[in-house]
């Protein structure tokens, strides 16, 4: 919006040039968004509590201290994330992008699954919400959707290839069965993310984290030379995309402002399902899928502890962890709260160091 009206006027007044830049704008992005949630969240979150009369409901098998301190929270805070990112995208990023549009597209459709879920949760007053078949169901539906249309916008030549970090030469052409690796991405990042968030600031931080780094890679991506000096695929008009992880950014630090211990909010499925949808995104169109994998390793070790317990417990009857997700298994190993989350914060952060040093080492 603001970004068509300065550029309209660009050639009267010179100085509103620096608005073509995406890295001004996304500087801009990210102090938009985060004011949004900061002047707005209080309202917003007062508004979610008037409705929520016992809050988010929580897990009776978890740990004793959740049911006393964390009962009575709110949940659904993900929507304060969203109207954010949803602002600050529209202010600044150019939306003719086809990749800014499936983005919001991204955004909204697995937010909306988030929040129905949240929706049912509040009104039974059960942990319970959406099956998880019916879940993943609608989730795959989406992807695909998402997939095919990114594929139209990607050069053909890359568009079914995987390019991994450190392996210069060895690429992987899926051919038609992309959908299915890509379906994988976006709908394991989603639920990988829902799965980390069980602590006060666990999911948002490495959030961030892993939204910054694609800032850069987006960028590198999307300009002709710095992408053929890091040997990194040019994905024409992707680097716009860093506006809207700007507005992530952004949005993600403003929520923790609210989300610290003891948090006022929970972001519930709604934030969390639709943040990691779009990290599953921005991984495909950018076709660092595997550095995505790298940067997110953080959820990818907590849905892994998930998919472990089960897989033990259905087979010999034994549990591996005392409780998965692996957050809980350290809280009852006597670990404090805080000591996870800022633990497993510095670990994302690792994660993240880690895949930037993949755009180097090719």
Not at 35 to 61: A, C, M
Not at 99 to 105: D, G, M, P, Q, R
């Amino acid at each position: 919006m603001l970004y068509f009206f300065f550029k309209h006027f660009v050639s009267e007044l010179s100085v509103l040039n620096v608005f073509k830049y995406i890295t001004f704008r996304t500087g801009l992005s990210i102090v938009t968004s985060l004011s949004f949630v900061l002047i707005f969240g209080e309202q917003l979150i007062s508004k979610l509590k008037s409705f929520q009369k016992n809050g988010q409901p929580i897990r009776d098998d978890g740990p004793l201290s959740h049911v006393i301190k964390k009962s009575g929270t709110p949940t659904m805070g993900g929507l304060v994330i969203i109207l954010s990112i949803l602002f600050s995208t529209i202010l600044w990023a150019d939306l003719r992008n086809k990749f800014i549009l499936i983005l919001l597209f991204s955004l909204l459709s697995f937010g909306a699954i988030g929040f129905y879920d949240d929706y049912l949760k509040v009104i039974k007053n059960n942990s319970k919400g959406i099956s998880a078949k019916l879940k993943i169901f609608f989730q795959i539906i989406l992807s695909f959707i998402i997939i095919y249309f990114i594929t139209l916008k990607i050069d053909q030549d890359i568009s079914y290839k995987v390019y991994f970090p450190f392996l210069k030469n060895f690429i992987l052409d899926f051919g038609i069965f992309y959908f299915i690796f890509g379906l994988i991405v976006i709908v394991g990042t989603s639920n990988s993310v829902n799965l980390t968030d069980g602590l006060d600031g666990l999911a948002i931080v490495p959030t961030i984290f892993v939204a910054s780094t694609f800032i850069l890679i987006s960028y590198i991506s999307g300009n002709i030379i710095f992408s053929k000096y890091l040997t990194i695929n040019y994905v024409k008009n992707s680097g716009e995309i860093c506006i809207f992880l700007g507005s992530m950014v952004g949005a993600g630090l403003g929520f923790l402002w609210f989300n610290c211990p003891p948090a006022k909010v929970f972001m519930g499925d709604t934030g969390s399902l639709s943040l990691g949808a779009v990290l599953g995104v921005v991984g495909i169109i950018t076709k660092q899928e595997i550095v995505l994998a790298v940067v997110s390793g953080l959820f990818i070790l907590e849905s892994m502890s998930v998919i472990i317990q089960v897989i033990s417990f259905k087979l010999t009857k034994k549990r591996i962890f005392q409780m998965a997700p692996l957050h809980h298994h350290f809280e009852k190993k006597g670990w404090s709260e805080s000591t996870v989350v800022i633990r497993f914060w510095i670990i994302a952060l690792l994660f993240s160091l880690i895949g930037l040093v993949s755009l180097k080492l090719r």
